[in-house]
């Protein structure tokens, strides 16, 4: 067994940091293993317990855990650690996650800096879990997903990987834990099927996602799916919900088909929905990833004036923008309804196109396809919705309500 | 069932056989089984009364004959599973009370179903607990008036048994009340708690062909030589032998510390003897009418608790002793600044031998300084140790005087007592480069 490296610190994710101490405590079990609180106990009590010898066991690690946000206590580590040697060594975990890890800027500046001195002692392991990813960060949390199951001897595309962190969040332990559920069963080649059938949703779109694409297969497997989330308890009226969503982006989709779009068209157009503002995302002249960074500086409102008043050539007495009474920001700031995330658009579109067009060119000829198309697409939408006022107010038939709004959704004729 | 019984008589069969339902593991217990967990059985037999209770830990069954002499009245034979605690809690108000306990039986037993538990996992895992009736409790005391209540009884068989009469032979008997004194001695020095369940456990160890009960949390350990032991199997408890590099093991038994507190607390009886079943992992004691059965760790993580014969077979020199008192004084003084650990600078001197006591803090206290007069001072000796491992044994200790031993490598500290032989204590040393510099000035 190869020597323990000493000083090692543990940061970043709580649960990977505790699965972490777990793996060297078994590692390393010929050491005689003591945890203290920084916290809860005083340097000198600290200092006792590392300067202990003890009976029968000739090697000692201390594991220190709830280090708190105080000067006095980095100081002092930073002093006890350098006592390492071959019989003790020291295991510094940040249990209680006070060294934060910004997505994009990293530690912070205090912790940094004492982390620098710890580095320069020969030994120093950095054992960094990180913290959560950043919103828009898809590239990093795909990768560690492929990672993690790349370690388990799975393969895992990009689209299948994209839609395990949708559905599970993008959170490192809530990853790692749902990998390693997932492997118990899994093939060695993931499909996006098998990650929508077996991943636990736990983010708030996932149920639309699962239902979603059952809705989109044919009708006994829709029912199927319906039966089943309605026995593990989601509410009829969300099922309900996320059926007339569906079929109103389906409206918005067959709108633009019958305006002669092509798909790859219509695909950015909804996805372009809802955002804000709408002179930046439906704006034809711009490039995709141009848009997404013009929007980001167009939330703040002097960008925005800037902006209307320069590029647009809005007379600056046009504007009335008040500001704001109060300090506080309301968290309920209505926005347009957004389709959430890509894969989302494209289960849309291969739908309309793969299951509902083809079921219907060989029937209708070219002129007739698109108008007929956006005719099915109403008539679907207003049974949808009308059946929606049915499920929220009316308590009895909310089955059959469902039913009928399934079997409309699944019918691709027009 | 119906019987009348003495409040003292079954206070005293409560406390014993209702053990194990009134610890903290029973009365935690959140399964779908925490009904029956937290249940006294109560068996009236013509010629027997028995009380017993168990859980995956701890099992115990106390057993009398039932007999006017002896405080019991069975009207009607019978048995009763009763919750422990509202029993318990019942019957120790009644004071000095004659109490009678009958049982009414629904006519079809009822189904009580604990399926809400935490750990019950669907309908394949729910269980139910049946309820046959009702024990009436009746109290009357002198005055001729009293209290009446009544308990869910369940249906017995639910609650298996424990067989003591399958307890493997005795390797050791020890008296009570020697087991009380040794417990009393060395229990302090075990872990309140360790999750290996090694450092918060009584040990048993044959060494020098006599028996210690030892206790340690790794950094200090005490010993009580049992030398009222009788009936000890030496096949048994085979000794330690160190062969050049090679150790061979002896063997020890390891008893949850806090079980055998409760048990010695309790003990009447003269002799407690007790016999170890290596197999199920298991160590029996019987005193007298009362039999318990303790859970211990797995016999091949024993050695992880360091052997006797590590400290015992080392050789410590006198180094002299302290007033215990004022020993006790400066060590609450110095603890003003650090509680954790203190210099002991022993020096002797033409006007008289001392120990000086330096106290220096992490945390910016200024050091503190005290000295203490040392009778019979061998040697001058500087070395750093714990401040509540010195306090706990001068508590422990009845002599007037604290008396330490060093070994020549200085790595270890003994402490013995005038008063009882039998006790030893050992502390090892701490190394704290903070008090580098009182060592340099040798």
Known sequence: MSDMPSPVLILGDT?????????????????????????????????????FQQFGYSKKVVLITEIPNRKQVRDFLADLLQSTSDKLKFVVWDSEGQIKIDPK????????????????????????????????????????????????KRKIDNVSARIFVDLVGKNRSMLASEVV????????????????????????????????????????????????FKNIGINANVLAQIIVNKSRWHLIIFHL???????????????????????VWHNDQLPAPQKKNLSVNLNDVDNLRTFMTRKLGIPENYLEIEPPKTKTVSKAVKRGEVIPLPFMADMMINYARDYVVKHNKSKLNNDELRPKMLERAIRVY????????????????????????VKVWTNPYA | MKLAIDQKVLIN?????????????????????????????????????????????????WSIDSTKENGIDVKEE?????????????????????????????????????????????????????????LKMISRDESKTGNKWNLDCYDPSQQSSVDFSKAP??????????????????????????????????????????????????????????????????????????????????????????????????????????????????VYLDVDNWKIRLATVDSNLFNKFPTVSLLMGKKYNKLGSIPKGILTNRLISASLVNKAMVLFSFSKDAKGDSVIIHAISESGHAPNVSNAPVNHLVKDVKAVWGVQHIMDVAKVVKDDDVNFMVPDDLRSVKVVSNEDPNLQYYSMVIDNPKYAHFFEEN
């Open chain 1, 15 to 51: 649960k990977l940091g505790k699965d972490t101490v777990v793996k060297a405590k078994k590692k390393y079990n010929s050491y005689y293993w003591e945890t203290v609180s920084a916290t809860k106990q005083s340097c000198d009590e600290i200092r006792m317990t590392a300067g």
């Open chain 1, 105 to 152: 800027k990293g530690i912070n500046k205090t912790w940094q800096s004492w982390i620098n001195e710890l580095k320069k002692q020969d030994g120093f392991v950095l054992v960094n879990n990180g913290g959560d990813f950043a919103e828009n960060d898809s590239a990093d949390s795909i990768k560690y997903v492929q990672k993690l199951f790349e370690k388990r």
């Open chain 1, 181 to 228: 559920k997932l492997c118990l069963t899994s093939p060695e080649t993931l499909t996006p099927n098998f990650i929508l059938d077996n991943t636990f949703p736990s983010s708030k779109e996932a149920v639309l996602y699962k239902f979603g694409n059952d809705l989109d297969k044919d009708y006994p497997t829709a029912i199927a799916s319906l039966e089943n």
């Open chain 1, 257 to 279: 088909y019958s305006q002669g779009l092509d798909w790859t068209s219509i695909r950015n157009e909804i996805l372009g929905m809802g955002k804000f503002p709408s002179c």
């Open chain 1, 382 to 405: 207003l049974t949808c919705s009308d059946n929606l006022k049915q499920v929220r107010y009316s308590f009895e038939d909310q089955s059959e309500c469902l039913n009928e709004m």
């Open chain 2, 13 to 61: 069969a409560l406390e014993r056989g209702a053990m194990a339902a009134l610890s903290d593991e029973a009365q935690g217990d959140t399964s779908s089984f925490h009904k029956l967990i937290q249940s006294v059985k109560i068996t009236a037999g013509k010629t027997n009364f028995i009380v017993e209770s168990g859980t995956s830990l701890l099992a115990t069954k």
């Open chain 2, 78 to 134: 019978g048995t009763v599973l009763v919750p422990a605690k509202e029993l318990m809690g019942w019957a120790s108000k009644q004071n000095k009370a004659k109490i009678v306990l009958s049982l009414t039986k629904l006519k079809v037993p009822e189904l009580l179903k604990t399926g809400e538990g935490a750990t019950d996992y669907g309908s394949s895992q729910a269980t139910s607990v049946k309820k046959i009736g009702t």
């Open chain 2, 169 to 282: 032979d005795k390797v050791i008997q020890i008296t009570s009340t020697q087991l009380s004194e040794a417990l009393k001695n060395v229990a302090f020095s075990s872990q309140s708690k360790d999750y290996e369940h090694i450092f918060d456990s009584i040990v048993v160890e044959r060494y020098d062909g006599k028996v210690y009960l030892a206790a340690s949390d790794c950094h200090r350990c005490s010993i009580y030589c049992l030398d009222q032991a009788t009936e000890i199997d030496e096949k048994f408890f085979t000794q330690t032998e160190s062969k050049g590099q090679s150790v061979t093991y002896g063997q020890k038994i390891l008893i949850p510390s806090v079980f055998l507190k409760n048990v010695s607390k309790i003990a009447e009886g003269p002799e407690v003897s007790i016999s170890y079943d290596k197999e199920n992992n298991k």
